[in-house]
């Protein structure tokens, strides 16, 4: 490459350990994890098999399919990402604590260095910002927004208020302005933090905004799920939320 090119392009160090993302067939903003990653790290993303079911616990249960994540896990491999991460909030809770659990033991057995998930995430950055007490933002239908409440309690978490779109699908097209209106209608004076749920709802640039109006930690599922993953490998994800400022070194007791 001519010198003159070469001036201004950031190249990965391949010494610095990527992330293999296994998201959802539908998942459609790749560009906002991207987002969340510093520049010298690459995410090494698949797709789960495709599906016509719309957005329900049955969909949820689908998604989390150990033969299924097993094989999206073993397509990432290749490029040896240093973690390997379930991208999907509803998929890696719909079943439960244990059902977590499940999923990250299958990523493991299929040969993932170290397996997250966004609700393992979650539970992970709650504890550790010391919070017990939760408002929650989601675009689900109520049977699958109480799934996630179930998931929380289990973990030691009260949701104290959750709000749901009652979205079956399109979840991607939501807006930030929809977004904003249903995190400010569910805040409650006794919630520690507030969560907006779903991989494939878009948060990137309305954390930090939201934090500043309420006073208080917002967490969204792209976000925790890149700190996690990131965090795994001893990188800081690039982005805003006090989520981020918990030192690298802290663990969860």
Same mark, same amino acid.
């Given at each position: 490459?001519?010198?003159?090119?070469?001036?201004?392009?950031?190249?990965?160090?391949?010494?610095?350990?990527?992330?293999?993302?296994?998201?959802?067939?539908?998942?459609?903003?790749?560009?906002?994890?991207?987002?969340?990653?510093?520049?010298?790290?690459?995410?090494?993303?698949?797709?789960? &098999? #495709? #599906? %016509?079911?719309?957005?329900?616990?049955?969909?949820?249960?689908?998604?989390?399919?150990? *033969?299924?994540?097993?094989?999206?896990?073993?397509?990432?491999?290749?490029? *040896?990402?240093?973690? =390997?991460? #379930?991208? +999907? %909030?509803?998929?890696? #809770?719909?079943?439960?604590?244990?059902?977590?659990?499940?999923? %990250?033991?299958?990523?493991?057995?299929?040969?993932?260095?170290?397996?997250?998930?966004?609700?393992?995430?979650? $539970?992970?950055?709650?504890?550790?910002?010391?919070?017990?007490?939760?408002?929650?933002?989601?675009?689900?239908?109520?049977?699958?927004?109480?799934?996630?409440?179930?998931?929380?309690?289990?973990?030691?978490?009260? %949701? $104290?208020?959750?709000?749901?779109?009652?979205?079956?699908?399109?979840?991607?097209?939501?807006?930030?302005?929809?977004?904003?209106?249903?995190?400010?209608?569910?805040?409650?004076?006794?919630?520690?933090?507030?969560?907006?749920? +779903?991989? @494939?709802? &878009?948060?990137?640039?309305?954390?930090?905004?939201?934090?500043?109006?309420?006073?208080?930690?917002?967490?969204?599922? @792209?976000?925790?799920?890149?700190?996690?993953?990131?965090?795994?490998?001893? *990188?800081?994800?690039?982005?805003?939320?006090?989520?981020?400022?918990?030192?690298?070194?802290?663990? =969860?007791?």
């Amino acid at each position: 490459m001519p010198a003159e090119l070469s001036v201004g392009l950031v190249e990965d160090d391949p010494d610095v350990p990527g992330v293999g993302v296994v998201a959802p067939f539908d998942f459609a903003l790749d560009r906002e994890l991207w987002r969340w990653a510093p520049e010298d790290v690459s995410l090494y993303l698949t797709r789960l &098999p #495709f #599906f %016509t079911t719309p957005v329900t616990v049955e969909m949820a249960v689908a998604v989390a399919d150990r *033969r299924a994540v097993r094989r999206a896990t073993r397509d990432v491999l290749t490029p *040896r990402p240093g973690v =390997v991460t #379930f991208a +999907c %909030t509803s998929g890696s #809770f719909v079943s439960g604590v244990q059902g977590e659990a499940v999923l %990250t033991r299958t990523m493991i057995e299929a040969g993932a260095p170290v397996a997250t998930t966004t609700s393992g995430a979650l $539970v992970d950055a709650l504890h550790l910002l010391g919070v017990s007490r939760l408002a929650i933002a989601t675009p689900y239908i109520q049977p699958v927004t109480d799934r996630l409440v179930g998931f929380l309690a289990d973990s030691g978490v009260t %949701t $104290v208020a959750g709000e749901g779109l009652g979205l079956l699908g399109n979840i991607w097209r939501v807006g930030y302005e929809q977004v904003v209106e249903i995190v400010t209608a569910v805040d409650r004076p006794e919630a520690e933090a507030l969560f907006i749920s +779903c991989t @494939n709802l &878009p948060t990137y640039d309305i954390v930090e905004p939201l934090e500043q109006a309420l006073g208080k930690p917002v967490i969204t599922a @792209n976000q925790v799920t890149m700190w996690a993953s990131l965090r795994a490998i001893g *990188r800081r994800a690039v982005g805003g939320g006090r989520l981020l400022d918990v030192p690298l070194h802290l663990s =969860v007791a």
